[in-house]
């Protein structure tokens, strides 16, 4: 009995030991996962944005902000010199073609004017009193020959009366030879009295004035300057390793500084022929962009700063694409994928400085981390998604939607993957 009893309370007392061994191996578990959990890394916060279908450009840019020019632009200049009486047109504001800009002191012109104006009334004057004499002379040889066909008046008096006829037709013809003669002058005198108005040699806009009113105007000094506003381009350069590749027709996208929102359809009209020295660690080439069509509310000024993207190469359809900040060195990217930044290989085609073709190895819907800053990210590194930067879909229309509209390529000067 004693034995039995040794046995039974030598089994209980391992069955205690058991059990507290198996509760310090579950303790000592809990705290290794805990100490674990608790010096886990942390996930790195990261943005991503999601892979879509669109199209996709290789464009170049210009190196520095261009201009918005006028190709008609003129400084104009009295023909005659004179006092400046007043300006018609103040500068910025808009002028008809032919309207008066600027009036010189004109009396000494007026005055000549009028002189020619009395001498035309004197030689008109004279010239009605040679056709009286002219008329009276014929009425008086007529009356002759009537008397000397009866044999009433000798022959003499005919001849006399016929010279006198004729001495009276030449007084009328001297008379109206010297009004022909005053008209021209007077024609002279009009044109030398319109060349004191100076006026707009199209119609433009004036954008300066040189002279004001009271100073000496002379033909060698330009009085102002006026532009068309109908024929007005963006004038740029671009880096003349992009140069190669140029050439005029291509499409381009010109943005101004004043509506930055709103893509202006251009078409390269010029490309330099020679490439400029000013700057030797950044040389150019000029180029001259046609505007195609101005959007609504659009207000297109010389002047005005201005940057292009000249399109060199276009995907035909809609491709996917990844956005190009998302991408490593080695086309390379972080896809966020259950919680962790995983890397992928992937094959780029056609790019620009938003988006960049991929031919393999992403799909739409998946999302790749842009935030590509941060040195912790990497691969294999847990993540938390504090943004997604996917660009919202603008609102379409039932055309829109059907591909019909401007839906099916959308319209960002930060998205150049974009359509025109």
Same mark, same amino acid.
């Given at each position: 009995?004693?034995?039995?009893?040794?046995?039974?309370?030598?089994?209980?007392?391992?069955?205690?030991?058991?059990?507290?061994?198996?509760?310090?191996?579950?303790?000592?578990?809990?705290?290794?996962?805990?100490?674990?959990?608790?010096?886990?890394?942390?996930?790195?916060?990261?943005?991503?944005?999601?892979?879509?279908?669109?199209?996709?450009?290789?464009?170049?840019?210009?190196?520095?902000?261009?201009?918005?020019?006028?190709?008609?632009?003129?400084?104009?200049?009295?023909?005659?010199?004179?006092?400046?009486?007043?300006?018609? /047109?103040? *500068?910025?504001?808009?002028?008809? $073609?032919? @309207?008066? !800009? &600027?009036?010189?002191?004109?009396? %000494? #012109?007026? =005055?000549?004017?009028?002189?020619?104006?009395?001498?035309?009334?004197?030689?008109?004057?004279?010239?009605?009193?040679?056709?009286?004499?002219?008329?009276?002379?014929?009425?008086?040889?007529?009356?002759?020959?009537?008397?000397?066909?009866?044999?009433? /008046?000798? *022959?003499?008096?005919?001849?006399? $009366?016929? @010279?006198? !006829? &004729?001495?009276?037709?030449?007084? %009328? #013809?001297? =008379?109206?030879?010297?009004?022909?003669?005053?008209?021209?002058?007077?024609?002279?005198?009009?044109?030398?009295?319109?060349?004191?108005?100076?006026?707009?040699?199209?119609?433009?806009?004036?954008?300066?004035?040189?002279?004001?009113?009271?100073?000496?105007?002379?033909?060698?000094?330009?009085?102002?300057?006026?532009?068309?506003?109908?024929?007005?381009?963006?004038? %740029?350069?671009?880096?003349?390793?992009?140069?190669?590749?140029?050439?005029?027709?291509?499409?381009?996208?010109?943005?101004?500084?004043?509506?930055?929102?709103?893509?202006?359809?251009?078409?390269?009209?010029?490309?330099?022929?020679?490439?400029?020295?000013?700057?030797?660690?950044?040389?150019?080439?000029?180029?001259?962009?046609?505007?195609?069509?101005?959007?609504?509310?659009?207000?297109?000024?010389?002047?005005?700063?201005?940057?292009?993207?000249?399109?060199?190469?276009?995907?035909?359809?809609?491709?996917?694409?990844?956005?190009?900040?998302?991408?490593?060195?080695?086309?390379?990217?972080?896809?966020?994928?259950?919680?962790?930044?995983?890397?992928?290989?992937?094959?780029?085609?056609?790019?620009?400085?938003?988006?960049?073709?991929?031919?393999?190895?992403?799909?739409?819907?998946?999302?790749?981390?842009?935030?590509?800053?941060?040195?912790?990210?990497?691969?294999?590194?847990?993540?938390?998604?504090?943004?997604?930067?996917?660009?919202?879909?603008?609102?379409?229309?039932?055309?829109?939607?059907?591909?019909?509209?401007?839906?099916?390529?959308?319209?960002?000067?930060?998205?150049?993957?974009?359509?025109?």
């Amino acid at each position: 009995m004693a034995a039995r009893g040794g046995r039974s309370m030598s089994g209980g007392v391992w069955r205690a030991l058991r059990g507290w061994l198996l509760f310090a191996a579950v303790l000592g578990g809990g705290y290794a996962a805990l100490h674990l959990w608790l010096l886990r890394p942390k996930p790195v916060a990261v943005r991503v944005r999601t892979i879509d279908r669109g199209i996709v450009e290789r464009v170049v840019t210009n190196t520095r902000a261009g201009t918005i020019r006028a190709r008609l632009s003129a400084r104009v200049s009295p023909e005659r010199s004179g006092r400046i009486l007043r300006f018609a /047109v103040r *500068e910025g504001e808009r002028v008809a $073609a032919d @309207a008066t !800009v &600027a009036q010189l002191d004109d009396r %000494v #012109a007026r =005055a000549r004017l009028e002189l020619v104006d009395r001498e035309i009334d004197s030689v008109a004057a004279q010239l009605e009193q040679a056709r009286v004499r002219l008329r009276n002379a014929e009425r008086d040889r007529a009356r002759l020959e009537r008397l000397f066909a009866e044999g009433n /008046v000798p *022959e003499q008096q005919i001849d006399d $009366a016929r @010279a006198r !006829v &004729a001495l009276e037709k030449a007084a %009328v #013809a001297a =008379a109206e030879a010297m009004l022909e003669q005053q008209r021209a002058q007077r024609a002279l005198a009009e044109i030398e009295l319109a060349k004191h108005r100076v006026p707009a040699p199209f119609a433009g806009v004036l954008t300066e004035r040189y002279q004001e009113v009271g100073e000496w105007a002379a033909p060698a000094a330009p009085l102002f300057e006026i532009i068309s506003m109908r024929d007005l381009y963006a004038w %740029v350069e671009i880096d003349e390793v992009d140069s190669a590749e140029l050439r005029p027709g291509l499409a381009v996208r010109v943005h101004l500084d004043a509506y930055p929102d709103t893509p202006i359809p251009g078409r390269l009209s010029r490309v330099g022929d020679r490439v400029s020295e000013r700057r030797e660690q950044s040389r150019t080439i000029e180029i001259e962009v046609a505007i195609e069509r101005l959007p609504a509310g659009v207000r297109l000024l010389p002047g005005m700063s201005t940057d292009v993207e000249v399109v060199l190469e276009r995907s035909p359809t809609p491709v996917v694409r990844v956005p190009t900040l998302a991408l490593l060195e080695g086309a390379r990217v972080l896809v966020a994928d259950g919680g962790f930044a995983r890397e992928r290989r992937i094959e780029t085609g056609i790019g620009n400085w938003e988006y960049t073709e991929v031919r393999s190895g992403l799909e739409p819907g998946e999302r790749v981390i842009v935030s590509l800053d941060k040195e912790e990210i990497r691969d294999g590194v847990p993540i938390r998604i504090e943004a997604d930067e996917t660009p919202q879909p603008p609102a379409t229309h039932r055309s829109e939607a059907n591909g019909h509209g401007p839906a099916s390529a959308e319209v960002s000067r930060r998205d150049a993957g974009h359509g025109d």
